[in-house]
């Protein structure tokens, strides 16, 4: 574990938390995209099946279960929660989020590193992660308008994509026979996903105005 | 040797 690993970790879970608390301290999750979160818990879900079978470390099994949970607890928010799904404007929220999953599912049984269950659910989870913040990006561009907190949740989200990339290259470096094209490639895929993003961030933090997306 | 790949990132 080096440096940018946990620091990428750590600006993921913050990014979950700082989700959670625009969802509970506001009691809506305007702004919030239902798909790209029901995304990620299918994503985790997929990924983290190997809770049982292999051990890494206490805290990759504790991160896990953080991760499957806390994505859920997001999801039946949005989903259950009689004041937060009051908020949800499903007109907004259009994106065909299945087709991603149809896409990335096909792309898993053709491109994993081993042809297992495991192994297949693993790929199809990192194909799915890489495009799973397209609905949010697209909702927050049609809206316009982004809050504060969901602004810094897609900051950190973006943020915890680029330090994994420089965690991939610290480990290339450091690391005998380091390859792993299928989590890399993807993972520059996804970070690339933020950029647009990133420069109209920068820019209001520049000129210290508020998030706007053009349209 | 055939080394055993297991995903340890997250």
Known sequence: MNIFRLAGDMTHLLSILVLLLKIYATKSCSGVSRKTQELYAIVFLARYLDLFTDFISVYNTFMKIVFIASSLAIVWCIRVHPMVKRSYDKDLDTFRHYLLVAASFLLALFLHEKFTFLEIFWAFSIYLEAVAILPQLVLLQRSGNVDNLTGQYVFFLGAYRGLYILNWIYRYLTEPRFTRWIACVSGVVQTALYADFFYYYFISWKNNSKLKLPA | ?10
Do not use: A, F, T
């Open chain 2, 1 to 10: 040797v055939v080394e055993r790949k297991i995903h340890d990132e997250l």
